[in-house]
Nanobody
Framework: QVQVVESGGGLVQPGGSLRLSCAAS????????MAWYRQGPGKQRDLVADITSGGRTNYTNSVKGRFTISRDHAENAVYLQMNSLKPGDTAVYYCNAGGIERPGEFYFPFDAWGQGTLVTVSS
């Protein structure tokens, strides 16, 4: 079973920066896509940014120009560099990974989520 673990959340002042990290582990054959989602207080979980195995990236409009998503294929890791943070960025940030795993004889698709890491932007 593929496991995903996030780190790097915390409290930061408006205008500050944070870097989130996420690593996937298990019987991974290939990761097609990795993504960051967030869920603010009283809100639904929404996509922040994602990146494909080919390096194509996609961002939600509210973070364009401030956040950067990147991958380390060798480490099955994804990062989210967050700059110029605003109070509205306060949320639990979740990492998601999708691809193919081979826990035994056969191959299976997987879609794994981390437990989330809290980012609080406040003065």
């Amino acid at each position: 079973q593929v496991q995903v673990v996030e780190s790097g959340g915390g409290l930061v002042q408006p205008g500050g920066s944070l870097r989130l990290s996420c690593a996937a582990s298990g019987s991974i054959v290939r990761i097609s896509r990795m993504a960051w989602y967030r869920q603010g207080p009283g809100k639904q979980r929404d996509l922040v940014a994602d990146i494909t195995s080919g390096g194509r990236t996609n961002y939600t409009n509210s973070v364009k120009g401030r956040f950067t998503i990147s991958r380390d294929h060798a480490e099955n890791a994804v990062y989210l560099q967050m700059n110029s943070l605003k109070p509205g960025d306060t949320a639990v940030y979740y990492c998601n990974a999708g691809g193919i795993e081979r826990p035994g004889e056969f191959y299976f698709p997987f879609d794994a989520w981390g437990q989330g890491t809290l980012v609080t932007v406040s003065s």
